[in-house]
């Protein structure tokens, strides 16, 4: 069993509804448990509002390409923005003290904790994403 999602959308944070849309049909079909459904749900609204806002500038413009692999094994997410990319590197830690009363800048750190893998591609904008499915 595979199947794939696909969704381009304007940069700008009007379309998060679409991709709450796409989530929920994705959690109804594959039969999604509460746990992994509000990790994945959560993950992928944060990784689209990051290329919205940091990758695209806000520049409608401006696309961001999303696509959602499920497998029996895996749920893969890729959200890749039209913008110059970043040095996730650069990424200050939200835990140092220095940041703790900082009103943003935890999105990256939430995603790394509730999913299994994430990585970037060489450009920076491209995050990839991905949460081993439970058993059955």
Do not use: W
């Not at 009007?14 to 959560?42: A, V």
């Amino acid at each position: 069993m595979q199947k794939k999602y696909t969704l381009t959308i304007s940069a700008s944070f009007d379309e998060l509804e679409n991709i709450q849309d796409l989530t929920e049909k994705i959690i109804k079909e594959h039969n999604i448990g509460e746990d992994l459904g509000n990790g994945f749900s959560l993950v992928l609204s944060e990784a689209c509002s990051n290329a919205i806002k940091h990758g695209s500038n806000f520049d409608e413009s401006m696309s961001v390409h999303i696509a959602v692999e499920i497998t029996a094994e895996l749920l893969k997410i890729s959200v890749r923005d039209e913008g110059p990319g970043f040095n996730p590197a650069d990424v200050p830690d939200p835990l140092a003290p220095e940041n703790l009363l900082k009103p943003s800048g935890r999105g990256v750190y939430l995603m790394k904790e509730y999913a299994d893998n994430v990585s970037y591609n060489e450009q920076g904008n491209e995050i990839r994403i991905e949460f081993q499915r439970p058993e059955k």
